[in-house]
C-alpha cells in the first residue's frame, strides 16, 4: 500500500469502500483496493474545501464602505487578472475574469499546500497538472467556437485557403501540444521544488531548508502566473476577431 497522509486515511477510511465499489462498476481495478484514494485527489480535495469556505466567507464580508483586508486581497488578485486579460485580449475580457481568478487560485494554493508538514502538493503528481491543463484546453476551445460559432474551424485552416489541408493538421497537433506544455512545465518545476526542498531538509534540518522554502514559494508563484498567463494568451487566439 502507498504511504497515505493523514487526511488520506481519514478519506480512505470513510470513503474507501464506496470509491473502490463505484470503481469496480464502471470497470476500473483501483490499485490499491483498501486505499483507493491517492494523496493527490485527497490534497485536491483540501484545496477545493479551503478555497470554498474562503470565497464565502469573503462573500458574507463584502463591504463598500469599509472593506477588510482579505477582501483587499481578492480585490487585487481581481484587478491583476483583470488588467492583465485586457491587455492581452481586449475590451471584452471580463467574461474571462471568474475562470482565470479560480485557475489562479486553485493552483496558487496546491503548489503552496506542500509547505505545510503533513501535506504535499499535488501539482507535484503529473496528473494534476494535466488535468488542469485539461481544463484550459476545453475552455478556450469552448470560448473560441461561442464567440465565433462554425466559423472558429476557420483558426485551423490558415491564412491561405489553398494550404488548409496542410495547416489542419499541423495546427490541431499544435494545440494538442499546448497541454503537454502547460502540463509538463508546472509538474516539472513542482516535482523538482519538492524533492530539492525534501533533500536539504533531510541532509541539514535547520538553518539552510529556509533559503530553499523561499525558493520553493518563488516557483510556486511564478508557475502559476505562467500557467495563466499562457492560458490567457490562448484565450486570445481564441476568441480575436481576426486570426
Known amino acids: 500500500m502507498h504511504e497515505q497522509l493523514w487526511f488520506t486515511a481519514i478519506l480512505n477510511h470513510l470513503f474507501g469502500a464506496q470509491v473502490t465499489a463505484l470503481l469496480h462498476r464502471i470497470g476500473i481495478e483501483p490499485k490499491y483496493a483498501e486505499a483507493p484514494i ?21 462573500r458574507s464580508r463584502l463591504s463598500v464602505e469599509s472593506p477588510g483586508g482579505l477582501q483587499h486581497v481578492f480585490e ?9 486579460s485586457e491587455e492581452i485580449i481586449g475590451h471584452h475580457s471580463e467574461g474571462y475574469t471568474p475562470f482565470l481568478s479560480a485557475l489562479l487560485f486553485f493552483i496558487l494554493f496546491c503548489n503552496l499546500i506542500g509547505l505545510i508538514p503533513g501535506f504535499e502538493s499535488p501539482t507535484a503528481v503529473g496528473v494534476v497538472p494535466l488535468g488542469c491543463a485539461l481544463c ?4 478556450y476551445q469552448t470560448q473560441g467556437f461561442r464567440h465565433g460559432g462554425i466559423g472558429y474551424l476557420k483558426h485551423f485552416a490558415g491564412p491561405m485557403p489553398a494550404l488548409a489541408p496542410l495547416m489542419f ?20 518545476n513542482m516535482f523538482a521544488g519538492d524533492m530539492v526542498t525534501l533533500v536539504f531538509f533531510s541532509l ?9 522554502l523561499g525558493l520553493h514559494i518563488g516557483v510556486s508563484l511564478l508557475q502559476t502566473y505562467i500557467f495563466v ?9 481564441a476568441v480575436a476577431d481576426e486570426h
Do not use: C, D, K, W
Open 204 to 212: 541539514v534540518p535547520i538553518g539552510v531548508p529556509i533559503v530553499f
Open 38 to 58: 491517492a494523496n493527490s485527489f485527497a490534497m485536491e480535495l483540501l484545496v477545493f474545501l479551503f478555497l470554498l469556505v474562503l470565497f464565502l466567507l469573503v
Open 229 to 237: 498567463l499562457l492560458t490567457t494568451v490562448y484565450l486570445q487566439g
Open 76 to 84: 487585487s488578485v481581481e484587478g491583476f487578472v483583470t488588467g492583465q
Open 136 to 139: 484550459a484546453f476545453v475552455y
Open 169 to 188: 493538421p499541423i495546427e490541431l497537433i499544435s494545440h494538442l501540444a499546448r497541454v503537454l506544455s502547460l502540463t509538463i512545465r508546472l509538474y516539472a
